[in-house]
């Protein structure tokens, strides 16, 4: 198994919106994904920060969803 940590600073004060990001977008993004395995996100909702972890089968598949998920994360910071 293969673990992808991404980590995302926001503006303060944006945790509720940041949280639904995540429920709607990023999670379901990670599913449609080969070879997920499973992901928790980790968030300090008063000062806008996240760390997210994913899990991967491979190497290649983890590899491959960063890739594919780059234009999700630069939303995600907004």
Do not use: C, H
Not at 12 to 35: I, L, M, N, S, Y
Not at 41 to 46: G, S, T
Not at 50 to 58: F, K, R
């Amino acid at each position: 198994m293969y673990a992808r940590v991404a980590r995302n600073t926001g503006q303060a004060g944006q945790g509720d919106a940041a949280a639904g990001f995540a429920r709607e977008q990023v999670a379901p993004a990670w599913r449609k994904q080969a070879g997920f395995q499973g992901g928790y996100i980790l968030m300090d909702r008063p000062n806008g920060r996240t760390i997210s972890l994913s899990l991967w089968d491979t190497e290649a598949n983890a590899k491959a969803a960063s890739t594919a998920l780059t234009q999700l994360a630069a939303q995600a910071a907004q």
